[in-house]
Nanobody, 122 residues
C-alpha cells in the first residue's frame, strides 16, 4: 500500500508564494514519475507540472516561469514552488505518482493524494 500526503496549501494574496509538498510512503520499490494536478470548482482536473525521478520537468503553459517542480529522492518527496500567484491559480491541488511497489512485480500503479486547497485572494 502506498500513501501520498500533500501539505503546504493555504490562503495567499495575489503575487505571493506558496510551497507545496507531497510525501510518498509505504510499499515503494521505484518511483517513476510524480505530478501536480489541480481542480477548481466546476472544472476538470488539469495537469500543472510533472517530473520524472531523473528530474525532467514538464509544465502547463499557464504556470511556466512561475512554478517549479522538484524532488528529494532520498525523502520520496516532491515539491511545487509557486511564485507570482494569481487568483486563477485557486484550486485544490492533488499529488499523483506512478510507483512500482515491489521488485517481484513489473506493474506500475498510479496513486493520488487527498488534495490541498490553495486560495489566492486579496
Amino acid at each position: 500500500q502506498v500513501q501520498l500526503v500533500e501539505s503546504g496549501g493555504g490562503l495567499v494574496q495575489p503575487g505571493g508564494s506558496l510551497r507545496l509538498s507531497c510525501a510518498a510512503s509505504g510499499s515503494i520499490f521505484s518511483i517513476y514519475t510524480m505530478g501536480w494536478y489541480r481542480q477548481a470548482p466546476g472544472k476538470q482536473r488539469d495537469m500543472v507540472a510533472t517530473i520524472t525521478w531523473g528530474g525532467n520537468g514538464n509544465y502547463a503553459e499557464s504556470v511556466k516561469g512561475r512554478f517549479t517542480v522538484s524532488t528529494d529522492n532520498a525523502k520520496s518527496t516532491m515539491y511545487l514552488q509557486m511564485n507570482s500567484l494569481k487568483p486563477e491559480d485557486t484550486a485544490v491541488y492533488y499529488c499523483n505518482a506512478h510507483i512500482r511497489e515491489s521488485r517481484w512485480t513489473s506493474e506500475i500503479n498510479a496513486y493520488w493524494g487527498q488534495g490541498t486547497q490553495v486560495t489566492v485572494s486579496s
